[in-house]
């Protein structure tokens, strides 16, 4: 079996999965956040609910429209954090502790490795970098989990990525993806999980991993899934708060695909306006104008990634008429990045840096675009309206070539500063 | 849980606007929704069928939208269960969720013809066409906990029972 497939039988209490399979299964997280999670609580209501499965395992995170955007989004917020007070939900974040949902869960060791986590957000399966298996749900689904601490899956099939090779300058897990996804298209691994393999994954960091497993959803996958290893092993243990399960593939696991990719032969990656499989390296992207460039999400808002940013950015400011946008995912991050000195050399750049939100990302506040403007984003979705006007452009890329691209004011390689 | 019932084909990509057209969704009352099931696929469908005949598909049925208006006019309109080579991954959670049985199976599409009767077994898991010598199609089976939660209207309703047990 794959560890997808042993995850998934071990928390349906049965011996063997095969893709296909319906299975029920025991739920470790269930999480929710502004926009969904008051659906799901209306639906947990409906169906008779007065108390959570267990408080120590519903996350309710208010982080899409936070802080208050406006009155609707404070109507929404407070149907979740009234529903977080009287279920006395442990892993309730208030803005000033709260982060993006992807990056804060793993931060404060909430999601660890064997876990079977489930999210009403399709960006739930970043967690796959810690070798569990998670993935998006619906709202109806989070009130099922919510309600029983159990839901229905159907077993996926496993896509087997295999990575060779060593990353060149200035790309990161981000450009990986891209390229995967560049490869294989958005529908490449529809239903599946995406197991990553190889050598090069052994030198990516967790920041990059989660990256990777982020943005699995947008070639269509169930999920995305990295092995447990010396590197997931330092960042879990400084966190875990509880015990938790290694699972692993075996040998003569069967997988539907495999796919090879040299990862020495890829330069950083965009993907151009609309879909995140429409890639090219950066060196084939030509003159590109921004008008503004957003570093941040749930993709790439870690410290990793304002570090990298730092580094280009350090002495240099945003050109005329573009607006840089800076947004660590957690307070932690925040804190961090002031500490190294991160967020002064933002500010003398002339960036503007934000509390954490998802805000930008998807077009709800904080950076919205107007008609006709380009943006390049560090985030993982660039279909028509995402962040604004339907007739406004995102570019994706990794955090050095949009900190490269904001100094320049087109899309830029570091190289050519 | 078996299914008996008449045939009507549709090819891939039938989308959920296809399912139900966007402009009836005013309502989400599923009587209302039924009469306009499949309505720009097949004008006459709504029309001829009769309860318990069945929808089989080809690749990727109920793509589009994440709406559960879809899979809900599609049960309301009496039909006892969709056979598909694919399903869209939103509309396969959704409709189980709604408690509308579907079934993948690639072969039974190019075996199957519309106004034929076939009989889903959905506890062994096989598809027999009826008058028809060839051997039965083989599909994966329904498990219990998912045949009570079809039983019951859907996921929300088994829930509520569920949960009434529990705490009894
Ligand atoms: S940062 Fe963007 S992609 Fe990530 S959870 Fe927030 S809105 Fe979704």
């Known amino acids: 079996m794959t560890i997808t497939e042993k995850i998934l039988a071990s928390h349906a209490g049965i011996k063997e999965v095969k893709p296909g399979m319906l299975i029920n299964a025991k739920i470790d997280i269930a999480l929710g956040n502004d926009i969904t999670a008051p659906i799901a609580i209306q639906e947990f209501q409906k169906a008779g609910g007065s108390k959570v499965f267990d408080k120590n395992k519903v996350v309710l995170i208010p982080d899409h429209f936070t802080p208050n955007k406006d009155i609707n989004s404070a109507q929404q917020c407070k149907a979740l954090r009234d529903f977080a007070k009287e279920q006395d939900i442990t892993h309730y974040y208030e803005v000033g502790r709260m982060g993006i949902e992807h990056v804060l869960l793993p931060e404060e060791g909430i999601v660890l490795p064997g876990d079977l986590v489930i999210g009403a957000d399709s960006h739930t399966c970043t967690y796959g970098a810690l070798a569990a298996f998670s993935t998006g749900v619906g709202s109806t689904d989070l009130a099922a989990a919510m309600l029983t601490g159990e839901l229905w899956f159907k077993a996926p099939e496993t896509m087997k990525i295999i990575l060779h090779g060593n990353m060149r300058e200035w790309v990161s897990g981000k450009d990986l993806i891209l390229a995967i996804i560049g490869r294989i298209g958005v529908d490449g691994a529809l239903y599946k999980a995406m197991e990553f393999f190889g050598e090069a994954i052994k030198k990516l960091t967790m920041a990059d991993r989660f990256t990777i497993a982020n943005m699995a959803i947008e070639a269509g996958a169930k999920n995305g899934i990295f092995a447990f290893d010396e590197v997931s092993r330092s960042y879990v243990e400084k966190r875990a708060k509880r015990e938790y399960a290694i699972y692993e593939s075996d040998h003569d696991a069967s997988y539907c695909e495999v796919m090879e990719l040299n990862v020495s032969e890829i330069e950083p990656q965009v993907a151009f306006p609309h879909l995140p499989s429409n890639v090219r390296g950066i060196t084939k992207v030509g003159e590109i104008h921004i008008d503004q460039a957003l570093i941040g999400s749930c993709t790439n808002g870690r410290i990793e990634d304002l570090r990298i940013a730092a580094k280009v950015l350090k002495g240099r400011t945003v050109a005329p008429y573009v607006r840089l946008i800076i947004i660590p995912a957690t307070q932690e991050i925040y804190r961090q990045a002031i500490e190294e000195g991160l967020v002064e050399i933002f500010l003398s750049a002339n960036a503007a840096i934000s509390t954490p939100t998802c805000g930008a990302c998807l077009g709800g506040h904080m950076g919205v675009l107007a008609e006709g403007e380009r943006a390049i984003a560090t985030t993982n979705r660039n279909f028509v309206g995402r962040m604004g006007h339907p007739k406004s452009e995102i570019y994706l890329s990794n955090p050095a070539v949009a900190a490269a691209s904001a100094i320049l004011g087109r899309i830029a390689s570091p190289d050519e500063l | ?168």
């Not at chain 2, 084909?9 to 039938?14: A, P, S, Y």
């Not at chain 2, 898991?125 to 019951?152: C, D, H, W, Y």
Request: aromatic share 8%.
């Open chain 2, 1 to 168: 849980m078996k299914f008996r019932g008449r045939v009507w084909k549709f090819g891939d990509n039938i989308d959920t606007d296809a399912i139900i057209p966007a402009r009836y969704l005013a309502t989400s009352d599923s009587a209302a929704l039924a009469q306009h099931c499949m309505e720009d696929a097949n004008p006459e469908f709504i029309r001829q069928m009769k309860r318990g005949d069945i929808i089989l598909a080809g690749e990727n049925f109920g793509c589009g939208s994440s709406r559960e208006h879809a899979p809900i006019a599609i049960k309301a309109a009496g039909i006892s269960c969709v056979v598909a080579k694919s399903f869209a991954r939103i509309f396969y959670r959704n409709a189980f969720n709604m408690g509308l049985p579907i079934f993948e199976s690639s072969k039974l599409w190019s075996l199957a013809e519309e106004g034929q009767v076939i009989v889903v077994d959905a506890d062994v898991g096989v598809i027999t066409i009826v008058g028809s010598r060839r051997k039965p199609v083989e599909i994966n089976a329904i498990p219990e906990f998912m045949q009570e939660l079809i039983e019951s209207g859907g996921l929300i309703s088994h829930l509520a029972k569920k949960y009434k047990e529990m705490n009894n």
